[in-house]
Nanobody, 115 residues
Framework: QVQLVESGGGLVQPGGSLRLSCAASGSIFSLNTMGWYRQAPTKQRALVASISPGGRTNYADFVKGRFSISRDNGKNTVYLQMNSLKPEDTAVYYC?????????WGQGTQVTVSS
């Protein structure tokens, strides 16, 4: 059994920064693309950013230039550095990973951007 554990969410003022972390653990034989999604109230879950094992990244247009995704393959961990946060970035952020050829999700971490 595998699991993804997220950390780093919280309350931040507009213009501020947060860093999310997500560590994969358990019986991991292969760890492919890792990424972050978010879901705001009344909206569908949407991709924020993803990163391949080799470091190729993909970003949603609404975070380009503000967010940066990275990973540490030795620690099976993916990070999301969020800068210049806006109130519309408020959402539950979910970690996602392809582990052992199956899709796994974290439990989600709340990010609230408010003054």
């Amino acid at each position: 059994q595998v699991q993804l554990v997220e950390s780093g969410g919280g309350l931040v003022q507009p213009g501020g920064s947060l860093r999310l972390s997500c560590a994969a653990s358990g019986s991991i034989f292969s760890l492919n693309t890792m990424g972050w999604y978010r879901q705001a109230p009344t909206k569908q879950r949407a991709l924020v950013a993803s990163i391949s094992p080799g470091g190729r990244t993909n970003y949603a247009d609404f975070v380009k230039g503000r967010f940066s995704i990275s990973r540490d393959n030795g620690k099976n961990t993916v990070y999301l550095q969020m800068n210049s946060l806006k109130p519309e970035d408020t959402a539950v952020y979910y970690c996602n990973a392809i582990i052992n050829a199956r899709t796994a999700w974290g439990q989600g971490t709340q990010v609230t951007v408010s003054s």
